[in-house]
């Protein structure tokens, strides 16, 4: 009997082991992100290899009452990020300049009670630039980036009036596993 049990033991120390050498580098994240390029809602984060990464935000808001104006806004935002700079201090803080490229597609529309307010309006952008993620404990980090984008909304008589040319600010949070 003694011996099953050490068997036993052995047996789960091995699979736990197994576990432990095989679990993943945290090089996943779940959160939110904010910003015109990568949208704002929940942000999902997958590390691709070491040194880069994509980061995918999807974000709707419905709100109708009775009475007033009810609006419809979706967004989804999809960035490729590229780590050249990465710095640790003990086991506690890391910090990552990565470079980002980025694609977004949303669109709105409004109705009140009387039928529809403003029609449907999809709009389109392009950026690039660049960000810092410092990481606290492994786990919680908070990704800033700056850049620059091109949008184009389907709204305004000429094209130039579609087009806009905008600096970008972004943050989120997110807990990484």
Known sequence: MKNHRVFLILCVLLTVGSFVLFASDYDRGIGAQIGRLSGGGL???????????????VGLSLSSYPGYTSYFDYGLGVEYQKTFFSSSYQDWFETDLYWFVGLNHGGSASWDGSGIQSPFTPSIGFGAGFGVE????????VPVSFGYGVFYTAEGSTFVDMLDIAFLAQIGVRYRY
């Open 43 to 57: 942000s999902f984060y997958q590390e691709l290899n070491a040194v880069s990464a994509l980061q995918a935000t």
């Open 134 to 141: 410092p990481v606290f404990l492994s786990h919680l980090s």
